[in-house]
């Protein structure tokens, strides 16, 4: 029982554009949304986050957008850039501390 | 250090052995999470340390899995008599887990072990 899924394994975009990657969850007990990026080899870094009592967050680039009626939320970054080439993970918690991550979005962004 | 750091980096083994996995944790970080990702998958919850409270155990997958830390500092992840189905990354988290601000439970992961196992 996947609680956060995340539909698109694969996202290709032009450098310069937006991109947009999209996580839905079916658990309503979750109140925190994250964004996770994953470059080969490493451990998942922290992008962004959003409570539930909001329902845009931005920082530079990345803008994460959470709509609760749809359990629903997105990351746009614009301008994309070929470093921001990565697997991205959403990711949810809720009364309980641990993350309930989604399968992750292969983003490619080409020069 | 700055980061919180795992050993080792890679891990191969045959199946029946016990393996021990291990994580450093960033300084003054009080919670510690231990996931684990197989190919393809998204990470996937195993046991969460904070403080001196007992440990939230409700992720590991079998009785062969266990955990330990000692005070706020190291923890060790054992995997006894592995099984094929072990082989994962094993990735390591810690937080500050500040008293009620959601933004100081924001989870800092270690580069992780890649188990293989034969």
């Known amino acids: 029982d996947q609680q956060v899924k995340q539909n698109s394994p694969s996202l290709s975009v032009q450098e310069g554009r937006i991109s947009i990657l999209n996580c839905d969850y079916t658990?309503?007990?979750?109140?925190?949304f994250l964004w996770y990026k994953k470059y080969p080899a490493e451990g998942p870094t922290f992008l962004i986050s959003?409570?539930?009592?909001?329902d845009k967050n931005e920082d530079g680039r990345f803008t994460v957008f959470l709509n609760k009626s749809a359990k629903h939320l997105s990351l746009h970054i614009v301008p994309s850039q070929p470093g921001d080439s990565a697997v991205y993970f959403c990711?949810?918690?809720?009364?309980?501390?641990?993350?309930?991550f989604g399968s992750g979005t292969q983003l490619t962004v080409l020069p | 250090g700055a980061g919180v750091s795992q050993s080792p980096s890679n891990k191969v083994t045959e199946k029946g052995k016990d393996v021990e996995l291990r994580c450093d944790p960033i300084?003054?970080?009080?919670?510690l999470y231990w996931y684990r990702q197989r190919l393809g998958q998204g990470l996937e919850f195993l046991i969460y340390?904070?403080?001196?409270?007992?440990?939230?155990k409700s992720g590991l997958p079998s009785d062969r899995f266990s955990a330990e830390r000692t005070g706020e500092s190291v923890s060790t992840l054992t995997i006894q008599r592995t099984q094929q189905e072990d082989s994962a990354v094993y990735l390591c988290?810690?937080?500050?887990?500040?008293?009620?601000?959601?933004?100081?439970?924001?989870?800092?992961f270690g580069p992780g072990t890649r188990l293989t196992v034969l």
């Open positions: 658990n309503s007990m979750f109140d925190y």
């Open positions: 340390f904070q403080g001196n409270s007992a440990p939230d």
């Open positions: 990711a949810a918690s809720g009364w309980a501390r641990q993350l309930t």
């Open positions: 988290a810690s937080s500050l887990e500040g008293a009620g601000a959601r933004s100081t439970d924001t989870q800092y």
């Open positions: 959003i409570s539930s009592i909001k």
């Open positions: 300084s003054g970080h009080t919670a």
